[in-house]
């Protein structure tokens, strides 16, 4: 076992990447659930024989990294260093690595590992994994127990088998979102075989949302926004959607009362899942990606009255999310980004509260210097 409980406690920098002792890099961090994040310096593990280091180059700001970051689902670690959509440039490998050489491009997204024997791991499917998946932060390492630390930082370590080549043709800026964003609308939409002839309707436009809307047009499903924000109706038909909808408008959501066949539900707040449920057909699907921090109420009498399914999903395992960003790559599909200093963290997670991002944030990590 080469890992870091056994490895040299002498300490390298970034800048010198080393295979056989822990590496320090800088990070941002909150220490609790009600301080902001700030500067913050972390160590990464020494390099296991299947490992690689990336230099991270950018990394998208998901909506979980708020929740997580204040604790809303009860289950953050402190310290926690968020971002699970990272991109970069890998920087050393293991002596066993395959998949990569020093100086490719490569992407990290949601979970760095899993059991890789139960039977939803043999299927392909990690994030359900009979032991729980180990998250990219605030999460235990399987083999030394430490904490994970996500992307807000200079660089990482990951196991090859948990790291996904990237297009090389996309700007690498506006691909880190489809590390988490892209793989979390990807795999329900193809999972519900939404395409031609299906009538879908996407709730709330994010950075989950926008993702949704570019993969449904491109699938041939008709698309409809289900926003709260009047302001977006032009950006959801540039996105791809075909129709645009009010959801605060009562007459515009009675107009769509049983009208479509499937729902993606990306809402980050509380709502009315009924309200959206009775929007169904006969035998609709709603599948809730969004996770509000408080608990649905289910009127089941909506699901009853058209045989209609209330479902969920969670990222996608590691071979849809590699056929997912080879998708991307071929169909020139790629996240609308802000750019960030990281410096601005605590103003963009405010302004992602309040419906205001374009439609992701992404950090450049040159500015964490
Ligand atoms: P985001 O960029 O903040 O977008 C969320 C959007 O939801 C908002 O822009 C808004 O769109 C809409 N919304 C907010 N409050 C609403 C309400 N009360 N009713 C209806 N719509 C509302 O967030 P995100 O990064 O896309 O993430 C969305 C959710 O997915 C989060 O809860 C996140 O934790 C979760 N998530 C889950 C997974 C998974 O594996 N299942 C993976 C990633 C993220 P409008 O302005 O258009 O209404
Ligand atoms: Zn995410
Ligand atoms: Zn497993």
């Not at 002498?10 to 320090?24: C, E, F, L, N, Y």
């Not at 008709?222 to 709260?228: A, Y």
Request: glycine share 10%; aromatic share 8%; charged share 20%.
């Amino acid at each position: 076992m080469t890992d870091a409980s056994t490895a040299s406690s002498t300490q390298t920098s970034v800048d010198s990447p080393a295979t056989t002792r822990k590496s320090t890099t800088k990070a941002y961090a909150a220490q609790a659930p009600d301080t902001p994040l700030a500067p913050f310096q972390i160590d990464r593990r020494a390099l296991r024989p299947h490992d690689v280091q990336v230099e991270i180059l950018y990394c998208g700001v998901c909506h979980s990294d708020l929740h997580m970051a204040r604790n809303e689902w009860g289950q953050t670690i402190y310290p926690v260093v968020p971002g699970h959509e990272i991109v970069g440039r890998v920087t050393a490998v293991g002596d066993h690595v395959t998949k990569f050489k020093r100086g490719d491009l490569a992407g990290v997204g949601v979970m760095v590992d899993a059991c890789r024997e139960c039977s939803t791991c043999v299927k392909g499917l990690e994030q359900y994994c009979k032991e729980g998946m180990v998250l990219t932060y605030s999460s235990h390492d399987k083999i030394s127990g430490e904490i994970t630390y996500g992307g807000y930082s200079k660089q990482i370590v990951v196991d090859q088998d948990f790291t996904f080549r990237v297009p090389e043709n996309l700007p690498l800026a506006q691909v880190a979102p489809l590390l988490c964003a892209g793989i979390t609308t990807y795999s329900p939409l193809r999972h519900w075989n939404v395409g031609n002839g299906t009538k879908l309707g996407v709730i709330g436009l994010g950075g989950l949302g926008h993702m949704a809307l570019k993969f449904g047009a491109s699938f041939g499903a008709e698309v409809t926004l289900l926003s709260t924000s009047p302001d977006k109706a032009a950006d959801a038909r540039r996105l791809g959607a075909h129709k645009f909808a009010l959801t605060r408008d009562p007459q515009q959501v009675k107009a769509l009362s049983g009208y479509f066949d499937f729902i993606l539900d990306t809402a980050s707040a509380p709502h009315d899942y009924n309200m959206y449920l009775e929007m169904l057909n006969l035998d609709g699907v709603m599948t809730c990606v969004g996770i509000p921090p408080a608990p649905a109420v289910i009127q089941i009498f909506t699901l009853m009255g058209g045989r209609r399914s209330l479902a969920s999903s969670g990222i996608g395992g590691v071979p849809e999310t590699q056929e997912m960003l080879d998708y991307c790559g071929e169909h020139n599909i790629s996240s609308d980004i802000e750019l960030i200093d990281i410096a601005k963290i605590n103003e963009a997670f405010e302004r992602m509260l309040k419906g205001d991002v374009r439609y992701r944030f992404v950090i450049d990590m040159a500015s964490l210097a």
